[in-house]
C-alpha cells in the first residue's frame, strides 16, 4: 500500500508578501496597517451571526451550519463576471474535504493527515501552516484516503484531529501547539481521526472512523485551553460481562445479543459531522455503520443494536444523553448518520419547531425536534428499497425483508453504502425554504460469503462481499453465485448505473422542485447556497458551477483544472465577497478516479481558491504527461493458478483499497513494478523497506508466504494485462475490493 503524502511545502502564489503572525498585520498596498485579532469567536458572537453576514464562524458559517451566506454582490446578474481572486497551493496530492472557516480576515483550514493552513482571506498570503507529522502506520487503516474535514476555531485557537488519532489546541496567531492530546484510547484497534472537531459549550469534542475494521465508536470532550479530558461518551456496548462505562450502555446492551460478536468491536464510530445548539446546551452526534455488518452474525439473537447509524444528543457539560433516535436498527447495509445535520427553524402544523436535519446514507430525509428527539417528518430523497416508508408515530422504519442477507443469500439494497448522501455538505436557504443536497442514486449488492467470521485484528473485518458504483457493471460472469444472478438481474433491470444528482428539495413536503445531473456517478461534492439566488458546487470535472435557486438553471461553469469536492464558503472583506474552496481529489474507499475527473489530464495538485466579481482569469494546473504503456514484467510469471487465487484474495483483503492498479490511481500501479521492487518486495510489504514513502509494514498481518502470494498474483496480474494490451484486448476482471472483506 504505497501512500505518498505531500509535504506541505509553500506555494510561489503565497511566498511573498505574507503577513507575520503577530498583532500588526501587513496591510494591503495602499492601505493603513491595521490591529488584527485572532479567531475571535465567542457564544454571543455566535449567536448573533446573522448580524456578521462577511464572516463564515464555523464549517456551516453559523452554529445551523446551513451552508447559506447572506451575501448577495455576486448573484444572478452577475456570477458569470465571477473570476481568480487567488490561489493557495498546499504541495499535497490527496483528498481535500475540508470547510475553511473566516474570522475577521483570516482563513483557517486543514489539509490531507490533519495540516492546518492560515491565510489571509483577502489575498490567500500564508500567515502560518501547521504539520501534526502523523504516524505513516496509521494508511493500513485509513478506508477513506488521508482526508481531513475541517478545524473547529474558539477563543484565540484553533482545534485539529490529526489521522493518527491525536487532538491538537494551536494558537491561532502562530500555529504553535498549546497542548496535544492522543484521543485514541484502544491501541490494538484500527482506529483514524478524520471528521472536524465540534467546540460545544466549555469543551471541543471529536470523534473517530474505523467501524469498517474493528474499532468501538466513542466521542471524547476535552478542556478548550488545557486539553484536560472530561468526559467519553460510548456509542455502542463492550462486552456486558465487563461492566458499562456509562449508564446509557446498559440501556443500548439490551437490544444486542449477549453472546454479540464484541471481539470485532460493534462499529458505530462518530466519523463525521457533529453539532451544537449553544441555544438548548446540546450537542448532536451522528454515529455510524456496524461492525460485522451481516446482522444474524453480529448479533445471533437479534435486537436493534443501539447506538448504531443513530443521531444522539449530549448534555456537553455533564456528558450524558438527553435523547437519541436510530435511524436505521439492525443495521446491516454500510448505512451511517454521520452525515452533516443542519438547525434550523421550521412550522410544523401552525408551530414554530426548533429542528434538526440530515439527509443521511439511507435516504430518508429526517427532521426531528432537536428539543426532544420527537421525529417530524421522514420522506425519501433517493431511491430507497431497503424499507417501505418510516412510521412517524414509532419513529421506526418498515424494513424490506428482500434486503435481508445471510452466508446463502445476495441482496440487491438502496442506497448503496456509498449513501443517497455521503459527507458531502448539504445547504438550507432559510429563504427559499430549500434543502440543497448533493446525492447519489446507486444500489449495492451485499452478500456474506462465509459462515462464521474470523476476526482479524486491525484488518477490514465488515464481513461480507459489497459490489457498487462501477462494480455494478462489471460482467457477472466473472462472479460465482449467488452473486452472479443477482448482478444479472440488475443489470436487466436497468439498476446498475449510478448518478450523482443536485436535488433541490423541500424538507416542509418532501418534493424534489429540481435536479441536475452531473457527469460522474462520484462527482457529488459539497453545496453552498447564498442570497443572491445562487447555489454552488464544484465538480470533480474540475469545474466551478452556480445554479439558479428556484430553478435548477446553470448559470455558471467555471473551468478550475482540479477536482473539487468539498463544499464552497462564502465570506466579505473590505466590501468585496469572495466564494471559496478547497480543491484537490480522494476519499470515498477508493484509489483511482473516475474516467471524467479532472485528475487524468491535470493531476491532483492540492489547492485552496477564492474567486471574487471581475477576479483574474483562472490559472490551469499544467497538463500531466500521458502515461506510457504499460512495460513488459521483467520476471518470470510461474506460480500455479491456487497460490495466484490466495494471492489474489489476500490483496482484497489487505491491499486493495489503496492499491488500484490502473493507470491514474493515488498510489503506484504495481503492474508496473520494476526488477528491484520485485526483488525487494518483502522487505517493501513485510519490514517497511518504504515506510518513509508512506508505505507501512505489515509483517504483524502477513507472513512470508502470504507475501509470496500477493507477489504471484501481481506478477500474474501485471502478465496478463501486458499480453492484453499487446493484443489490443480489453481485460476483464473482477474488481479486487470485492473478493470478500
Not at 613 to 621: F, H, I, R, S
Not at 676 to 700: C, S, T
Not at 733 to 739: E, I, M
Request: hydrophobic fraction near 40%; charge should be negative; glycine fraction near 10%.
Amino acid at each position: 500500500m504505497l501512500i505518498f503524502a505531500g509535504c506541505g511545502n509553500e506555494s510561489a502564489d503565497t511566498a511573498a508578501g505574507r503577513p507575520a503572525a503577530t498583532d500588526q498585520a501587513e496591510a494591503p498596498a495602499g492601505q493603513a496597517a491595521t490591529t488584527r485579532s485572532y479567531a475571535n469567536i465567542t457564544r454571543a458572537r455566535l449567536l448573533d451571526a446573522d448580524q456578521e453576514p462577511d464572516q463564515w464562524l464555523t464549517e456551516g458559517r453559523d452554529f445551523g451550519k446551513g451552508h447559506f451566506s447572506p451575501l448577495d454582490q455576486i448573484n444572478l446578474d452577475n456570477v458569470g463576471r465571477l473570476g481568480l481572486a487567488w490561489n493557495y497551493q498546499t504541495g499535497t496530492s490527496r483528498g481535500m474535504e475540508a470547510n475553511p472557516i473566516v474570522v475577521d480576515g483570516i482563513l483557517y483550514t486543514s489539509g490531507t493527515t490533519g495540516r492546518v493552513y492560515a491565510l489571509d482571506a483577502a489575498t490567500g498570503a500564508e500567515l502560518w501552516k501547521f504539520d501534526p507529522q502523523s504516524d505513516g502506520q496509521v494508511n493500513r487503516y485509513t478506508c477513506c484516503d488521508e482526508v481531513n474535514r475541517g478545524v473547529a476555531v474558539w477563543d484565540g485557537m484553533v482545534y485539529v484531529g490529526s489521522l493518527d488519532g491525536r487532538l491538537f489546541g494551536l494558537d491561532a496567531a502562530t500555529g504553535e501547539v498549546d497542548w496535544e492530546v492522543d484521543t485514541l484510547i484502544f491501541k490494538d484497534r484500527a482506529y483514524t481521526v478524520s471528521g472536524a472537531p465540534e467546540i460545544a459549550g466549555n469543551v471541543v469534542v471529536i470523534g473517530n472512523a474505523g467501524a469498517d475494521y474493528d474499532a468501538r465508536g466513542y466521542v471524547s470532550a476535552y478542556d478548550l485551553k488545557t486539553g484536560e479530558m472530561k468526559w467519553r461518551f460510548f456509542t455502542v456496548p463492550g462486552d456486558p460481562a465487563k461492566g458499562f462505562e456509562h449508564p446509557e450502555l446498559e440501556m443500548a446492551a439490551a437490544t444486542w445479543d449477549p453472546n454479540s460478536r464484541w471481539d470485532v468491536g460493534g462499529g458505530g464510530t462518530a466519523w463525521n459531522t457533529m453539532v451544537y445548539d449553544p441555544e438548548l446546551n446540546l450537542l448532536y452526534v451522528g454515529t455510524g455503520n456496524s461492525a460485522l455488518f451481516n446482522w444474524h452474525e453480529r448479533s445471533p439473537a437479534g435486537g436493534d443494536n443501539l447506538f448504531l447509524c443513530s443521531i444522539i444528543a449530549i448534555n456537553p457539560d455533564t456528558g450524558r444523553m438527553a435523547w437519541y433516535y436510530q435511524q436505521v436498527p439492525r443495521e446491516s447495509w454500510d448505512f451511517t448518520a454521520t452525515q452533516p445535520m443542519i438547525l434550523a427553524d421550521m412550522e410544523f402544523d401552525g408551530v414554530t419547531r426548533k429542528v434538526v436535519m440530515q439527509a443521511p446514507k439511507a435516504g430518508f430525509f429526517y427532521i426531528l425536534d432537536r428539543a426532544t428527539g420527537e421525529l417530524l417528518s421522514a420522506d425519501k430523497y433517493v431511491p430507497v428499497n431497503w424499507a417501505t416508508h418510516v412510521d412517524l408515530e414509532t419513529g421506526r422504519p418498515a424494513i424490506s425483508p428482500e434486503v435481508d442477507y445471510n452466508n446463502e443469500k445476495a441482496i440487491y439494497v438502496e442506497p448503496s453504502g456509498m449513501g443517497g448522501h455521503a459527507w458531502n455538505p448539504m445547504s438550507y436557504d432559510p429563504v427559499n425554504k430549500l434543502a440543497f443536497i448533493p446525492a447519489i442514486e446507486a444500489g449495492a449488492i451485499s452478500y456474506d460469503a462465509t459462515v462464521g467470521h474470523e476476526y482479524r485484528p486491525k484488518q477490514a473485518n465488515a464481513g461480507n462481499v459489497i459490489l457498487f458504483g462501477d462494480s455494478m457493471l462489471a460482467n457477472p460472469d466473472l462472479f460465482q453465485e449467488p452473486v452472479k444472478s443477482v448482478l444479472a438481474d440488475v443489470q436487466k433491470r436497468g439498476k446498475a448505473q449510478s448518478r450523482a444528482v443536485l436535488k433541490a428539495f423541500d424538507p416542509a413536503t418532501g418534493e424534489v422542485k429540481w435536479e441536475q445531473q452531473n457527469e460522474g456517478w462520484w462527482d457529488r461534492a459539497g453545496v453552498l447556497a447564498t442570497a443572491g439566488g445562487l447555489v454552488f458546487q464544484g465538480t470533480d470535472s474540475g469545474y466551478l458551477r452556480a445554479y439558479n435557486a428556484t430553478t435548477g438553471e446553470r448559470v455558471l461553469n467555471l473551468h478550475v483544472g482540479t477536482s473539487i469536492i468539498a463544499a464552497p464558503i462564502s465570506y466579505r472583506i473590505d466590501g468585496v465577497q469572495y466564494i471559496a474552496v478547497l480543491a484537490g481529489w480522494g476519499g470515498g474507499g477508493w484509489f483511482a478516479p473516475h474516467d471524467t475527473s479532472a485528475v487524468i489530464r491535470y493531476g491532483n495538485q492540492n489547492r485552496i481558491i477564492a474567486f471574487k466579481l471581475d477576479g483574474a482569469p483562472v490559472t490551469l494546473p499544467p497538463e500531466v504527461s500521458s502515461v506510457a504503456p504499460l512495460p513488459q514484467p521483467p520476471v518470470e510469471n510461474t506460480a500455479d493458478a491456487a497460490v495466484v487465487s490466495e494471492g489474489q484474495r489476500l490483496f482484497g483483503r489487505s491491499c486493495a483499497i489503496c492499491h488500484a492498479n490502473n493507470d491514474y490511481g493515488l498510489t503506484p500501479d504495481l503492474r508496473r513494478m520494476t526488477a528491484e521492487v520485485h526483488a525487494g518486495f518483502k522487505g517493501i510489504v513485510l519490514y517497511g523497506a518504504r515506510r518513509n514513502k508512506g508505505m507501512p509494514q505489515w509483517d504483524d498481518v502477513l507472513n512470508d508466504s502470504q507475501a509470496d502470494a500477493i507477489h504471484a498474483y501481481l506478477t500474474d496480474l501485471a502478465w496478463n494485462a501486458y499480453n492484453a494490451q499487446q493484443n489490443n484486448e480489453a481485460l476483464e476482471l473482477a474488481p479486487t475490493n470485492t473478493t470478500g472483506h
